[in-house]
Structures are given as structure tokens and as C-alpha cells.
């Protein structure tokens, strides 16, 4: 409230035209919409504000059950008058003649008189922009007119909403890089896909009103009688998403299985670097056999771009002197660097299935199609380890194939999700295990020599 209401002193009017409040369910936001709405028609003369929800038949149960009622119940309830007559409700405050209304969701809402609040609530229910269309143009006379809008997270069809948050958050990324202020202030109170649902820390961090009118014991509840997804909207405030078919070539009912928080990398290792399908990041991935004899499989970096790769490559091949470095080759996304790793000193054999310690191997299409096999039968038969890292695991998930003749390779394409950090671990493995033995068995051969 203390930002979202700040006064420009250069012009004294407020500093932000628009405020968006993204947070998770039952945490005072309907409150705190009073209280904006309150403070407007009581300050200023012959204010309009308005008020949207899902529906108008929903709007008209809130504004009539909880903003008039908890005025009426107040000591302000002195100083306002309540029209109920339906399509013509309205809070009025008496002295300034300024009145609280309702409007529904379509795009004739907030035609008419000038408009100095508009109010967007429950805004996850909006699949388009039509309030806004509706509510933007009454503002144009309104030297102090402002939007708010509020809402827990949606699902894929809350266009608007999700629109909304992604600007909001470009906004703030821009605010911490330039300085610069827009005339949007957003907040937003979200966990990220990293931390834990079933960590009261997460909890702590996404619910403002935890330890106030929410306790831990009434989310732990929640968390065992909802649906995961479900928990994820309403108190992680997450964009619920549909839940991917399952692709009928990778196991990935076995991932789950697979998970070693404490697996490590043993003493010889293999690096393979992919690319996304559109080139918006990148990703390490390294392979090792355990002492047990199980592969250890890790993304070891993924980072936005792919400026960054050839340095990092180059920094963990001196740190980890690895058997070889792999990438895919022909018109995959990630064989566009292999001429920047050759001239960065990351050689080719010259035979291919004779490399020495460090050479690149460049993968082929039916190099990939034999590593795609080869992971989906460790997986099956459980000599594969991982420690579950979000962007592996989700990779897993949402990864889509193709088929190349009668066998499959992973689909970047049509995948559901970046499907890089799978592909380079599953290219690592591949290279680990089918020319990793030449390197060593040349190293063998040459101590017996020495």
C-alpha cells in the first residue's frame, strides 16, 4: 500500500497507473481491496470506482457480503449509504458523493461516466483482455486514475493473468538493472518449481500471512487433502498446467526410482553440451560410473544463450580432465559450436572411435538414436542414478521423441518442455561408455610400453 499509493512529487498525482498483487489464496488481498476502494471514495470528490471478479453474479456477492458489510460493521458506517437496487449498486460516502459500484466481465464494463479505480479481481478467471480494453480508455481523463488487479495463480488458459505476471516481472528485472521506475508497480509472492511444497520454509516464504491468519498446521492440512497441482495454484500461487501425455518411448515412470541425493561422480568422467530448439539456453551435462557400477548421470550448468558454453567447457575440462567432450553434430542445435570448441582447442580425433583424453566427439543421428536406446534400457534396468534436479527431472517429464526408422530420438521440437538437459546427459552417457574405453585402453597400452 505504501508503494502502490507513492505520490509523484513532481506532478502530484500517483507515481503508478497500474498495480498488480500476484499471491497465493486467503491472504488478505480481499482486505486490502477494501481498504484501496475505502480510501478512494473517502479522500477525493465525485470518484468512480468499480469493481470486477469472475463474474458479475460473483462480484455482486462479494461487494454486497464483504465490502458492504464490513463498512456497515464499522465506525465508517455512519458516513456511507448503500444502494442495492440490482444493475445500480453503488457504496456511497456521503460527503464526497463518491461511490463504490460493480460491473461485470464484458466488454461494454466501464462504459459510461469517467472511471478513477478500476478494480480487477480474481483475475486467474479472465482468458482475455476485455476488462482491461473496457476499463483503460475511462481512465484517459483521470490525471489519478488507476488499475489494480489481484489474483492466486491460474492455469495455461488465464492468458490475461499470465500476461500480467510476465510483464510484471520483466518490469521489476528492469528496475533492479537500470534504476529506472515504470508506472506499473507489481508484487508478487510466488515458490519457484525449485523449492519443496512440503517445506514449511517454502511455506514461509510465499505466504505473507503465515503466522497471522494462517498457521503451518492448516497448510500441512491442505497439502494432504489437494491435489499437488492444485495446493501448487492456490498456496505456492504456481500456474497450474495440464498434465503432459506420457511419451510412449521414455521410461520415465522409472525416474522417480532412480534418485540418489547422494550419488557422485566418480574419478572419470564425460561432458556433453545441447542447446534448446530455440537457442534460449543451454546445458552441461556429465556422465560417470560409480563404484558401484552404476552411471551417475548430472547437469552440471544451464545458463541462457550460448556465449557462455565454450568458456565453461574449457574451465571444466581443466578441472576435470574428462575422458571426452560430446556434442551432437549434423542439424542439431549444439553443432553450430563445434567449430568455436576446435578453435578453442577442443580437438577431433582422427578417427572417430579413437579419441584421446579431451578430444570432442561429435555425435551423428544414429550416434543419438543408439544413446537414446541405450539410456531408456538403464533406466529399465536400474544402472542409471540422478539426484532429481529440476531441470533434468522436468526435461524427463515433458520430452517428446521422433522415430527414425524402426528407433526414436529425442524430439527438441516438439518437446513440451527444454529438452536439452536431458539430451546431454544422455549424450555424456553415450560417450562415456562407448569411447570412453578407448581412452583408456590407449592409456593402458602406452603404460605397458613405458
Not at 264 to 275: C, H, K, L
Amino acid at each position: 500500500m505504501d508503494v502502490a499509493l507513492e505520490i509523484d512529487p513532481a506532478t502530484g498525482h500517483f507515481a503508478h497507473r497500474e498495480v498488480g498483487l500476484s499471491v497465493p489464496r486467503q491472504q488478505g488481498k480481499t482486505q486490502q481491496i477494501l481498504g484501496v476502494q475505502v480510501h478512494r471514495i473517502a479522500a477525493w470528490q465525485r470518484q468512480n470506482v468499480v469493481y470486477a471478479a469472475q463474474t458479475r453474479g460473483m462480484a455482486r456477492q462479494r461487494w454486497e457480503d464483504e465490502f458492504a458489510e464490513t463498512i456497515l460493521g464499522s465506525p465508517l458506517a455512519k458516513r456511507i449509504r448503500v444502494r442495492k437496487s440490482n444493475g445500480n449498486e453503488a457504496i456511497i460516502w456521503s460527503a464526497t458523493r463518491s461511490r463504490m459500484g460493480i460491473t461485470a466481465n464484458t466488454e461494454k464494463a466501464g462504459h459510461g461516466p469517467p472511471l478513477d479505480l478500476g478494480i480487477i479481481d480474481e483475475a486467474f478467471a479472465h482468458e482475455d483482455d476485455r476488462l482491461e480494453q473496457a476499463f483503460s480508455p475511462a481512465m484517459l481523463t483521470r490525471a489519478m486514475a488507476q488499475l489494480w488487479w489481484a489474483s492466486a495463480g491460474g492455469t495455461e488458459k488465464s492468458v490475461w493473468l499470465n500476461k500480467k505476471r510476465k510483464a510484471g516481472r520483466a518490469h521489476v528485472e528492469r528496475l533492479w538493472k537500470t534504476g529506472q521506475r515504470p508506472a506499473v508497480a507489481y508484487f508478487e509472492w510466488f515458490a519457484p518449481d525449485d523449492m519443496p511444497r512440503d517445506d514449511p520454509a517454502t511455506w514461509r516464504a510465499t505466504l505473507p500471512a503465515l503466522g497471522h491468519t494462517v498457521t503451518e498446521a492448516i497448510i500441512r492440512a491442505e497439502l494432504e487433502k489437494l491435489d499437488p497441482a492444485e495446493f501448487d495454484r492456490a498456496y505456492l500461487n504456481r500456474t497450474r498446467k495440464a498434465t503432459p501425455p506420457s511419451d510412449p518411448n521414455i521410461p520415465k515412470a522409472r525416474w522417480p526410482g532412480l534418485v540418489d541425493a547422494g550419488s557422485q561422480a566418480g574419478p572419470e568422467v564425460a561432458i556433453a553440451i545441447d542447446v534448446s530448439q530455440d537457442r534460449g539456453s543451454s546445458s552441461i551435462g556429465v556422465a560417470s560410473v560409480r563404484t558401484d557400477g552404476r552411471v551417475h548421470l548430472e547437469v552440471v550448468d544451464r545458463r541462457p544463450g550460448t556465449d557462455w558454453v565454450v568458456p565453461a567447457l574449457l574451465k571444466l575440462k581443466r578441472l576435470w580432465n574428462p575422458l571426452v567432450v560430446a556434442v551432437a553434430g549434423g542439424g542439431s542445435p549444439a553443432g553450430s559450436l563445434v567449430d568455436a570448441l576446435v578453435e578453442a582447442g577442443i580437438t577431433v580425433p582422427e578417427k572417430k572411435d579413437q579419441p584421446h583424453r579431451g578430444h570432442l566427439v561429435v555425435l551423428r543421428t544414429y550416434d543419438l538414436v543408439e544413446a537414446c536406446g541405450q539410456l531408456a534400457d538403464a533406466w529399465n534396468q536400474g544402472r542409471a542414478r540422478h539426484l532429481d534436479q529440476v531441470p533434468l527431472t522436468a526435461a524427463v517429464n515433458g520430452a517428446r521423441t521422433r522415430r527414425v526408422g524402426d528407433a526414436w530420438t529425442i524430439d527438441r521440437t516438439n518437446s513440451l518442455v527444454d529438452a536439452a538437459p536431458l539430451v546431454a546427459v544422455t549424450i555424456a552417457r553415450w560417450a562415456l561408455l562407448t569411447r570412453g574405453p578407448a581412452v583408456l585402453d590407449d592409456y593402458d597400452a602406452l603404460d605397458s610400453v613405458l
